[in-house]
């Protein structure tokens, strides 16, 4: 069974930095694609960055693009999202999820089997 634990977040000022953790227990770590994904309150949860099984490839949305960055460490079945630049927009509950299929770096959440249970991220203005 994959279990995702998120770490990371917390309260900053806008243009502060944060990096958000989230490591995979019960499973060979590259064999999953990793994502991030953003719910704010009221709002539909969204795609942020995502990075294929070897760290080869990434993909983000563009409202993070040049802000955010996504990576992996296999060898600590751990996958990071570094965010510079914080704006309060990007205040939400953050969430990791694994992908079955290791090769690709997918934005729909149709495609990501299992969730974290979410890491606060407050930008205050």
């Known amino acids: 069974q994959v279990h995702l634990v998120e770490s990371g977040g917390g309260l900053v000022q806008t243009g502060d930095s944060l990096r958000l953790s989230c490591v995979l227990s019960?499973?060979?770590?590259?064999?999953?694609?990793m994502g991030w994904f953003r719910q704010a309150p009221g709002k539909g949860r969204e795609f942020v960055a995502a990075?294929?099984?070897?760290?080869?490839?990434?993909y983000y949305a563009d409202s993070v693009k040049g802000r955010f960055t996504i990576s992996r460490i296999n060898a600590k079945k751990t996958v990071y999202l570094q965010m510079n630049n914080l704006k309060p927009e990007d205040t939400a509950t953050y969430y990791c999820?694994?992908?079955?299929?290791?090769?690709?770096?997918?934005?729909?959440?149709?495609?990501?089997?299992?969730w974290g249970q979410g890491t606060q991220v407050t930008v205050s203005s």
């Open positions: 999820a694994a992908d079955r299929t290791p090769w690709d770096a997918r934005i729909g959440i149709e495609h990501y089997d299992w």
């Open positions: 019960g499973a060979t770590f590259g064999y999953y694609a």
């Open positions: 990075i294929n099984g070897s760290g080869i490839s990434t």
